[in-house]
């Protein structure tokens, strides 16, 4: 069966010791959201002695927060590169199985740059594609809801944003309901898809909801990702409605 794993950016708001030890609980696999105190920087160095009692599997979500991968101001976006560059060094150190990143929002001061903003987020991705192999770390790059400023919402825009580099997609199920691009997604992305967010919502915002709580159908989706056979990981608002999702989640992959 499909390994089940959870992400959340609030528990960068606690001590990582402190964090690792309620989830293990749980789960035996944690992306980490690399915000506060939970920046893979800050952790590498002493990460695997701290997590070896535990026996977990990890991966990692790039910074997001102060980061734009599609910025038209070269130097904002070197600032950006150079961010997911040394969190994906860490990662390796962490023995991570990947490093999701998003692919940038457009300009917002200034209108109609969205094939600049794509146009930057491609060389960013170029270089990704030459760092992965370097650092023997598997880039995942997410499609993002509908919120217009976002790029790779659409599975088109996505695909044009890749390109022909061997990046592998993060298809986040939440996001793709919110555009109505779930089988797009997974028709264009079959054979690069090597993470998968999943959480609920109502088809319009992303609430990150438990799931059950919202409209997706889960097991349809799931059916369909019959071919994928990495983690799932479940991008909650709490450690709570993540086990309460867990349970959801096991019942339809184990059928």
């Not at 998003?102 to 794509?118: M, Y």
């Not at 400023?149 to 890749?162: F, K, Q, T």
Request: aromatic share 6%; charged share 20%.
């Amino acid at each position: 069966m499909n390994t089940v794993g959870v992400s959340c950016p609030d528990f960068g708001k606690e001590a990582f010791a402190e964090c690792l030890d309620r989830i293990s609980r749980h789960f035996g696999h944690w992306e980490v959201f690399s915000e506060l105190n939970h920046s893979v920087q800050g952790l590498s160095g002493s990460f695997r002695e701290m997590t070896a009692p535990y026996g977990m599997t990890f991966s990692v979500h790039s910074a997001i927060a102060d980061t734009n991968a599609a910025a038209v101001n070269p130097r904002m976006r070197e600032a950006t590169v150079m961010e997911i560059l040394s969190g994906m060094e860490a990662a390796a150190e962490m023995e991570a199985v990947t490093v999701t990143v998003h692919p940038g929002i457009i300009n917002l001061a200034v209108s109609d740059l969205r094939e600049r903003s794509i146009a930057a987020a491609q060389e960013t991705m170029r270089v990704l594609d030459r760092a992965q192999a370097e650092y023997g770390v598997r880039v995942a790059v997410e499609n993002m809801p509908n919120i217009p400023v976002m790029l790779g919402i659409s599975a088109e825009e996505l695909d044009r944003i890749v390109g022909p580099t061997d990046l592998g997609i993060c298809f986040d199920i939440g996001h793709a309901n919110t555009s109505g691009q779930t089988d797009a997604m997974i028709e264009t992305f079959r054979d690069r898809i090597v993470n998968v967010h999943i959480h609920d919502n109502m088809g319009i915002k992303d609430d990150h909801m438990t799931m059950g709580k919202g409209l997706i159908d889960f097991r349809s989706i799931v059916s369909k990702l019959g071919f994928y056979k990495g983690a799932y990981i479940i991008e909650a608002k709490s450690l709570e409605s993540a086990v309460e999702s867990k349970a959801v989640l096991e019942g339809i992959l184990s059928r």
